[in-house]
């Protein structure tokens, strides 16, 4: 079983930038594809941003050039570089490991919550204008 426990949210202007990270405990970390979902106030819950155990990476079309997800697994942490940051970005945001160690689901279905097993507590971030 993975936990997870997120890091580096905080307040910034738009245009700025910020680094997410995901500490991950449990033997099945190597072997999970990871990705960042966010959730604003009165939204629904979604898929930012997937990388799987081969390096493989996915993006949601609000993020593509502006985001990037990574991972070290020699450190079990999980990435997410956020720059040219919108108030639109305001959001909280939680890091997941999914059932799978590839993104090939995520192609095919989308960010489906059902397919991740473990999540985050979620850390904020407030872009303002």
């Known amino acids: 079983q993975v936990q997870l426990v997120e890091s580096g949210g905080g307040s910034v202007q738009a245009g700025g930038s910020l680094r997410l990270s995901c500490a991950a405990s449990?033997?099945?970390?190597?072997?999970?594809?990871l990705a960042w979902f966010r959730q604003a106030p009165g939204n629904e819950r979604e898929g930012v941003a997937a990388?799987?155990?081969?390096?493989?990476?996915i993006y949601a079309d609000s993020v593509k050039g502006r985001f990037i997800i990574s991972r070290d697994n020699a450190k079990n942490t999980l990435y997410l570089q956020m720059n040219s940051l919108k108030p639109e970005d305001t959001a909280m945001y939680y890091c997941?490991?999914?059932?799978?160690?590839?993104?090939?689901?995520?192609?095919?279905?989308?960010?489906?919550?059902?397919?991740?097993?473990?999540w985050g507590q979620g850390t904020q971030v407030t872009v303002s204008s």
């Open positions: 990388i799987d155990t081969a390096g493989s990476t």
């Open positions: 449990g033997d099945t970390y190597s072997s999970s594809c």
């Open positions: 997941a490991a999914h059932r799978s160690p590839t993104i090939t689901t995520i192609l095919f279905e989308g960010f489906r919550e059902t397919h991740f097993g473990t």
